[in-house]
C-alpha cells in the first residue's frame, strides 16, 4: 500500500492584507490545535510584499509561499519578483499557474512549465494549479482539459517532495459554488492517473489539493473524498476563525 500523504491546507491570501495582517496570522498560530503539526501542513500565501514581514517572527507552525515568480533568477524584468527574492523572504512555496494568473496574465502551460523550474532551482516547493471553464464543465471536458494541464505544466522530475497540485475548477473560485464530491473525485482521480503515468511510484505521494469555495462547512466533505490531499484556500483563508475551522477539519 501507497504511503499516506500528509496532509496540507493552504491560504491564498490573494491581493488582499496589510501590514495589521499580523495580528490575524497570530491568531491562526495562537488558535491551532497544538495536534495538527502532528499530522498535517499549513500554510499562508499573502502579497510578496507582506511576506518578509508575516514570516520573519518567531518560529511558527505556519509556512510561507509565494503566489507567483518569474522564470528567471534576476534581471530587466520591471515589476516581478523572482523564486529566488521569495525564498530570501521567508517563503517555502509558491503557487504556480493560478486561473487569476492564467486569464489576468495570460499565463499558459509553458510559462507555468519554467516557473516550476524556477521554484526548484531555488529550493520551492511550487503549488501548480489546474481547472476548467463552467463551459469545459458543461461540455464534459474537465478531466481532459485538466490532464492535459498537469501534462503542458509540470516538467520532468516532480516527486511527492518536490511538486502539489492543486485543483481549482475557475467557475467555483469565488462563487460559494463547489463541484459535487463525486465530481471531485473524478478530476482528482483523473490527475492522479497522469501523475502516475508520467511519475510512477512517485505520482502516487504528490499531493493533490482541492481549491474552490472552500469553506468550514464544507471543509470536511471536501476533504474525505479520495485523492483529496488538503485545501486551498481563498476568501475563507483571511480570517483566522475561518480558516483555523478549515484546517482543524483535517484532523
Ligand atoms: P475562494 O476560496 O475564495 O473560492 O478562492 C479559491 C482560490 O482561488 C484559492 O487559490
Same mark, same amino acid.
Given at each position: 500500500m501507497a504511503a499516506p500523504r500528509r496532509v496540507l491546507?493552504?491560504? $491564498?491570501?490573494?491581493? $488582499?492584507g496589510s501590514r495589521q495582517s499580523k495580528q490575524e496570522l497570530e491568531a491562526?498560530?495562537? &488558535?491551532? $490545535?497544538?495536534?495538527?503539526s502532528s499530522v498535517a501542513d499549513?500554510?499562508?500565501?499573502?502579497?510578496?510584499? #507582506?511576506?518578509?514581514?508575516?514570516?520573519?517572527? +518567531?518560529?511558527?507552525?505556519?509556512?510561507?509561499?509565494g503566489q507567483d515568480c518569474h522564470h528567471n533568477a534576476? &534581471? +530587466?524584468?520591471?515589476?516581478?519578483?523572482?523564486?529566488?527574492? =521569495?525564498?530570501? /523572504? &521567508?517563503?517555502?512555496?509558491?503557487? #504556480?499557474?493560478? /486561473?487569476?494568473?492564467? +486569464?489576468?496574465h495570460g499565463e499558459g502551460d509553458a510559462i507555468v512549465h519554467a516557473k516550476v523550474k524556477a521554484a526548484w532551482r531555488a529550493g520551492l516547493l511550487p503549488i %501548480?494549479?489546474?481547472?476548467?471553464? =463552467?463551459?469545459q464543465r458543461d461540455a464534459d471536458e474537465a478531466a481532459a482539459v485538466v490532464a492535459r494541464q498537469v501534462r503542458q505544466s509540470i516538467p520532468e522530475? !516532480?516527486?511527492?517532495? $518536490? =511538486?502539489?497540485?492543486?485543483?481549482?475548477?475557475?467557475?467555483?473560485i469565488g462563487t460559494g459554488r463547489t463541484p459535487t464530491p463525486e465530481d471531485v473525485a473524478q478530476v482528482h482521480a483523473s490527475i492522479r492517473h497522469v501523475l502516475n503515468e508520467r511519475f510512477g511510484e512517485e505520482g502516487e505521494k504528490i499531493r493533490i489539493l482541492y481549491g474552490g469555495s472552500v469553506k468550514p462547512e464544507n471543509a470536511k466533505t471536501l476533504l474525505a %473524498? +479520495?485523492?483529496?490531499?488538503?485545501? #486551498?484556500v481563498g476568501g475563507a483563508s483571511?480570517?483566522?476563525?475561518?480558516?483555523?475551522?478549515? !484546517?482543524? !477539519?483535517?484532523?
Open positions: 491546507i493552504v491560504g $491564498n491570501w490573494k491581493m $488582499n491562526m498560530v495562537k &488558535g491551532l $490545535n497544538p495536534a495538527f499549513i500554510m499562508v500565501c499573502p502579497p510578496a510584499i #507582506l511576506l518578509a514581514e508575516l514570516a520573519g517572527g +518567531a518560529v511558527s507552525p505556519i509556512r510561507f509561499g534576476s &534581471g +530587466a524584468h520591471t515589476g516581478d519578483i523572482s523564486a529566488e527574492m =521569495l525564498k530570501e /523572504s &521567508g517563503a517555502d512555496s509558491v503557487i #504556480l499557474g493560478h /486561473s487569476e494568473r492564467r +486569464a489576468d %501548480v494549479c489546474v481547472g476548467e471553464t =463552467l463551459e522530475g !516532480a516527486t511527492g517532495e $518536490n =511538486l502539489v497540485v492543486a485543483y481549482e475548477p475557475i467557475w467555483a %473524498v +479520495a485523492n483529496v490531499d488538503g485545501a #486551498l483571511l480570517k483566522a476563525e475561518d480558516f483555523l475551522g478549515i !484546517a482543524h !477539519a483535517a484532523l
